[in-house]
């Protein structure tokens, strides 16, 4: 179901004591400060310190446990990798999928990523699967042609059932990191977009019921006004996601 969500992807960064404190300071902002709205936050930290800050998370609240990416194998002799199992055994509910990180430095094709889309769906876990493009498919002029590829490609072989679970991120290449973020309408055109091809591959009901995230240097100054766009249902925080202060304003924003 539709819902305003800020995941924060800490990347590989902090160490297990860092991490600890960061996510205290986190939820106690934000407990403190964040009353009146129904915001989801989803904390994904390094597969190390998950089952450690899955504890300090308060119980029956609006914190989640994510991870940044599980195996497409369900079990097995698959030195260093980690099942949806195992993540879901230590309290994750979600799971970054295809990130642009993981496409070009681990070299992730739509092919592996759909597997891995359904070992993590077989074992209940909700993904959050992320599309965009780079600068140069940007300036071609070829960027929907380019999501469109992604989640044909990607996502929508899920059935129904299956995709009901999923949420996109949106994350342009060229604004990963950069500072440089999509202006709101650049967001917003693509989110629409989004949603229309959702709407043809499912229903229209899936296509209003879908969150889809934007992700891209936001922070604590242009949430707002991304957040605001109709079809931007919340974020996808790296950099900004390893400050509190940042970090809250940026649940802050709805
Ligand atoms: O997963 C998060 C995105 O890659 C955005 O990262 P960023 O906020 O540091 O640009």
């Known amino acids: 179901m539709r819902k305003n969500l800020v995941a924060g992807n800490w990347k590989m ?34 597969f ?30 698959y030195t260093g990798e980690v099942s949806a199992r195992m993540l879901q055994s230590v309290g994750c ?8 990180e993981r496409r070009q430095y681990f070299r992730e094709d739509n092919e592996l990523l759909s597997q891995k889309l359904k070992a993590a769906l077989a074992t209940g ?8 493009e780079s600068l140069e498919t940007r300036e ?17 072989h899920l059935s129904n059932e299956e995709f009901d679970q999923v949420v996109i991120a949106y994350e342009p290449i060229w604004a990963i990191g950069t500072g440089k973020t999509a202006t709101s309408a650049q967001a917003q055109e693509v989110h629409a977009y989004i ?12 296509a209003l019921n879908t969150t889809i995230l934007y992700g891209g240097s936001a922070n604590a100054q242009n949430a707002r006004e991304l957040f605001s766009q109709p079809d931007v249902d919340g974020g996808l925080i790296g950099g900004a996601s390893l400050k509190s202060r940042d970090f809250t304003d940026i649940i802050k924003s709805f």
Request: aromatic residues 8%; charged residues 20%.
């Open 93 to 100: 509910e979600y799971v970054i999928l295809g990130h642009s």
């Open 125 to 132: 876990l909700k993904p959050i699967f992320c599309v965009g």
């Open 140 to 156: 071609a002029d070829d960027t929907f042609k380019f999501i469109s590829q992604q989640l044909q490609e990607g996502l929508f």
């Open 195 to 206: 949603r229309e091809q959702i709407a043809q591959a499912y229903d229209a009901e899936a």
């Open 48 to 77: 190390p310190f998950l089952a450690a800050i899955g504890k300090q998370l308060p119980e029956n609240s609006r914190f989640h446990l994510g991870a940044q990416n599980c195996s497409q194998k369900e079990s097995g002799a």
């Open 13 to 46: 960064n902090t160490t297990y004591q860092d991490g600890l404190a960061l996510v205290s300071e986190i939820t106690n902002m934000v407990q403190d400060e964040v009353t009146g709205s129904d915001v989801e936050v989803v904390i994904c930290p390094p």
